[in-house]
């Protein structure tokens, strides 16, 4: 006799946006484990059509709350590419430094507000204020600090303002980032030390799942590609941004209304954990030690380590941000005005690492810098099939536990991947059918 | 209020960055929940509840199911508060009805396009009485404080009726059309200390229109600044869409 499973999360709790766990197992023979997404579509892409340049990306950062920052900076790299503005190094140094901070600020609102939860096996961060206080405050002034970054040189953290096409409206100042890098230092380093600490403890209630899948993340021969470098495919190697259409395939599907990509297997993995295993030589000596006493090793299949992944590259962006401020202060603050004079108008493409993986922008203007056609592929979108793909791995490995087990494995399983399902539907919920 | 209040927090269609801006409290986030009880906030709990005193409403209406789900939140809610320009006014999402919904539809999903129901976006306000509004895309953080200090003190929140022109003269921020950028500070409600221009950027009008706004003055600031009367309409659209409807 086999088993019978029938599990349907409506509207999975801890995630940004709607989606539905559907999973339907009849005498042993598995016949559904799928992440249906209905977050309601925003149809971005049709709404840009006719826009000025100047407003692509204050459009496309309402995309996402939460990768606001992520979106902008890809949209503006596309809007640049398209139309042959080119950028200083200040402007370029300034957008890693406001990555770090959005990269930093999500990643540990993930660990600590979303995942570690189901770590201590309580339904939300709010109990922890009662029983982990040291702990819920020292989050809120990590995130305080990630959050600042973008306040200082972006003009505000969430739907970033100073950012335009050609450089920025606003140039921080050197006491703003004097502070900033001081706070970074004395506070945000000890807090990072301490995170380890906390996950170490909390680690080995991580389940122990493994399914090798193809990791796509950027790559570049500088440094931890997190702003820009090349398409790099742990299956068939590195690729120009210009080729990203062939490195996501993306294509409808019915049981979700964010698309669905693959591209050497049926399914990739995009995100921190992607990003660990094709660029961990990249990252600095400290998130390195974290990652070894954390238990993330290169070359990791465990989804549910993506949280991990998280936390090891907050300290790797900790401490560039360090080293990128030293590097601006250096060269004296220059107080340059946004290069927006079109060199040509055509097609371009923006490619950079949101805190959820890898972000694809492409736009076409016509000659009045007017967008006439626009492409969005969003990190979310690409992990879906990868999710399926685990879910079907994981239900027969996991079907002798009780129904509430089984759900909560999923549900983990699919908070893991951190999904950002508003921006996957320019989502989560858990349905199992019996 | 005797007990403390029950607040929920709903997400439709948006981005959930005004709900991101609630976990972004950090410096007050303890102290708010020291006086309420957070009963229902998918994004950040397991819980669900049945009723609520207060419910934080983020998003804009733009399926069926939204529909349904935004009566049954009135229905359990004694306030109900919009949360940011999606819920206030439509938002961004409302350029989707300046467009034929068949072509919006073929854009993004191609020949699958009738998988997915959509309807044209609507503001709350347009399916269910809402009490208060907290404007801005996102919502501001200071101004979402002011209207939950206040109802929870049993106050009426009140909402600033002149444009964000006022805040930028008492900011004295040099006028963003001197530095030879168009700017919708003119006909847009104030209430965010003029944020935008105050770091080098024009006012998008994120925080809708003010009442009875004088379009046809706005149109011709516009076009006297080099923009067609096309762009100009674009650009009043960007989060007025749905409120602007008809009026051209």
Known sequence: MGANLDINVKHLTRVEGHGNIVVNMTDGVLEKAQLDIVEAPRYFEAMLKGRSFHEAAIITSRICGICSLGHQMCSLQATEDALGLEISEQTVLLRKLLTHGATLQSNVLHAYFLAAPDLLSVGSVFPLVGTHPEVVIRALRMKRLANDIGDVVSGRAVHPITPVPGGFTRIPTEQELLTIKTRLEEEMVPDFLATVDTMEALAGAIPDFTRETEYISLRNDDEYALYDGDICSSDTGRVDPHEYRRMSNEHVVSHSTSKHCKVNRSSYMVGALARWNNNHDRLCDVSLQAAERLGLKPDCYNPYMNTIAQVVEAGHCALDSVAIIDKLLAGGLKDEQPNQEPTRYGTGVGATEVPRGILYHEYTYDRQARIVAA????????????????MKKLVPEVVDKSKEEITLQLEMLVRAYDPCISCSVHMLDVDFIE | MANKPRVAIFDFTGCEGCELNQLNFEDQLLDILAHVDIVEWREAMDDRAEEYDIAFVEGSLSTPDCITRIHEVRRKAKVLVALGACAVQGGVNGMKNTHPIDEVRETVYGEDKYLFPTLPVLPLSAVVK?????????????????????????????????????????????????????????????GCDAHCPGVGQYCTGCRGLVPEPNIKGMEEILVSHGLSVDEAWKRMELYNAVKLEGVK
């Open chain 1, 375 to 390: 492409n969005c592929i969003i990190p979310t979108g690409q992990n879906l099939a990868n999710i399926d793909d685990d």
């Open chain 2, 130 to 190: 809402v009490d208060y509004n907290v404007r801005g895309c996102p919502m501001t953080q200071i101004e979402f404080l002011k209207v939950f200090t206040s109802l929870v003190m049993g106050k009426t929140p009140v909402e600033p009726e002149h444009s964000v022109c006022v805040e930028c003269k008492l900011n004295e921020n040099e006028c963003v059309y001197e530095k030879g950028m168009i700017c919708l500070g003119p006909v847009t409600r104030a």
